[in-house]
């Protein structure tokens, strides 16, 4: 590994989405469930002194939304989200590009995207000094606004599998029930 800082990848599902028929599938809204959970990742970020330095969030309503919510929590340590149309529905190796693209001067990156990318892409880039537990649960159910938590000693441009170490994996519905 290169001897730069250490880096903060966040990966973070949307909050619960709708179905409504009359909507297409790039314009689905949050639930009002979703809208109770999404401020949830933005308040986790605050209180573990995780707060980003950049956000690449998916173009679709539901992670715009999601982000919303999230900023909101940051407050003035939100930054600027970047809208990415290549992350609405990505594969991981589709993100896992534009991860590598990112500016070497961020340090904390949050990705805002979708099911089955988000999941897919912690499990590529988890090393075997990860956390065992967070591995397992992002593993098995990778629940709306659950948000992984990676570090990484490399530049994003040579982040590829199994070379970040999970270190949370966190959440809305695990905090609060009710959300």
């Not at 949050?30 to 956000?55: C, K, N, S, Y």
């Not at 679709?60 to 340590?77: F, G, I, N, S």
């Amino acid at each position: 590994m290169s001897n730069h800082h250490v880096k903060r990848l966040m990966l973070l599902r949307h909050a619960t989405a709708s179905w409504p028929l009359d909507v297409g599938e790039h314009n689905r809204p949050l639930t009002g469930q979703g809208h109770r959970e999404a401020p949830w990742a933005g308040h986790w970020m605050v209180d573990h002194h995780a707060e980003p330095d950049f956000i690449l969030c998916s173009s679709a309503l539901r992670a715009r939304q999601t982000c919303t919510w999230v900023c909101q929590e940051l407050q003035d340590k939100a930054p600027t989200a970047k809208l990415e149309r290549g992350l609405y529905l990505a594969s991981s190796v589709d993100m896992l590009t534009l991860i590598n693209h990112v500016p070497e001067t961020v340090t904390s990156l949050l990705v805002i995207g979708h099911m089955p990318g988000i999941q897919e892409l912690a499990m590529r880039l988890a090393s075997k000094s990860s956390d065992e537990e967070s591995v397992m649960e992002l593993a098995t159910e990778y629940k709306p606004a659950g948000l992984t938590v990676l570090t990484h000693s490399g530049t994003w441009a040579e982040l590829d599998g199994r070379d970040a170490d999970v270190t949370h994996f966190v959440s809305a519905q695990e905090r609060d029930p009710a959300a």
